[in-house]
């Protein structure tokens, strides 16, 4: 069992030539909108990847909250703690041109009231063993209470660290698992590791995870992802792919793990699961709709 602490948004996407630069005007395009939010993506990656899947978040009374949490009810996450409050529903302004380059601007709207009583609600109803996982898209110190209480319960925690915030570092070493995009582990290394560590990336991954004791795994984009802990230094590969749009890859590389080691799989098998199902997300455009079911990476696989 799955529950992902986090984030609902629906994505307002306009698809245009070419971004704007700030006081410009770009005409042309089109609009359209998705559901997303990291938090969200990453509960639908892991249904969709084969969990069971428990979401605690909130949404605002709005029209848009029902869309939000289309696709969420459709596959079957459980929503019965994603609460109701006053105000509107998270929105993303998502801009992608047509080499997929994207700018996002996050408007949080009720992410904003996911506080420490809804960490003790997710945890609450959580075992031993079970699986946390938690991006940087509501209030800090609900994520921090959320590690705490995973500690406590053997709760197995997961910290995906976008988008980076000023204390995310601190928080991803309470985590079992950090999952962090080149950028953001070098801003995990800047904040916590000490300045000006000389080396190569695996060289400093080791480093961060031989000093916490934590494993980190780092998402490389068409590069696939490494991680070192524990289990030594593991690598796994993308598939060869033109990207769409990438919008929502590292929620679908987060959802896919979590649910590959919720299901047994080792370190190095979830990874590699991932890592395909990140690959396939960035051939359809939007952040949820483009999540592909396990049965796609089946027969990504079988036809390699
Ligand atoms: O990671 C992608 C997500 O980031 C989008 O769905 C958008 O909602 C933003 O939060
Ligand atoms: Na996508």
């Known amino acids: 069992m799955i529950t992902v602490l ?9 698809t245009v030539t070419r971004l704007p630069a700030p006081g410009e005007t770009v005409a042309g395009g089109t609009f359209s909108v998705a559901q997303g939010g990291k938090g969200a993506n ?4 892991a249904r969709r990847a084969g969990a069971a899947v428990r979401m605690v978040g909130a949404v605002g009374e709005d029209a848009f909250a029902e869309v939000a949490l289309r696709l969420l009810t459709s596959d079957g996450v459980d929503l019965s703690d994603v609460a109701r409050v006053p105000g509107a529903t998270g929105i993303a302004m998502i801009f992608v041109d047509e080499k997929g380059e994207n700018v996002i601007a996050i408007l949080p709207g009720a992410n904003a009231a996911v506080d420490e009583a809804a960490a003790m609600r997710a945890l609450g109803a959580m075992a031993r063993g079970d699986i946390l996982l938690l991006q940087q898209e509501i209030p800090q110190p609900a994520t921090a ?14 910290l ?7 204390d995310t570092a601190a928080l991803a070493e309470e985590a079992d698992i950090v999952i962090a995009n080149e950028t953001e582990f070098a801003l995990l290394m800047g904040k916590a590791g000490g ?21 980190i795994i ?9 991680s070192f802990g ?42 590699a699961r991932a890592t395909i199902a ?13 999540i592909p079911y396990a049965g796609e990476l089946a027969a990504s696989i079988g036809s390699r």
């Open 230 to 271: 524990p289990d030594g230094r593991l690598v796994a590969a993308a598939l060869p792919i033109t990207p769409l749009d990438t919008v929502g890859a590292g929620d679908t590389f987060c959802g896919y793990l979590a649910a590959g080691l919720d299901a047994g799989l080792t370190l190095k098998d979830a990874m």
């Open 145 to 158: 209470r959320a590690l705490a209480l995973a500690r406590q319960s053997g709760v197995v925690s997961i």
């Open 42 to 45: 990453q509960a639908l990656a």
């Open 195 to 215: 300045q000006g560590d000389a080396g190569d990336l695996d060289s400093q991954m080791e480093a961060w995870a031989n000093r916490t004791g934590r494993t």
């Open 160 to 166: 995906n660290t976008a988008p980076f915030l000023p």
């Open 218 to 226: 780092v998402t490389l984009g068409g590069e696939g992802a490494r």
């Open 6 to 14: 986090g984030s609902v948004n629906l994505d307002q996407i306009g």
């Open 278 to 290: 990140a690959s396939l997300a960035c051939l359809k455009p939007g952040a949820q709709p483009a």
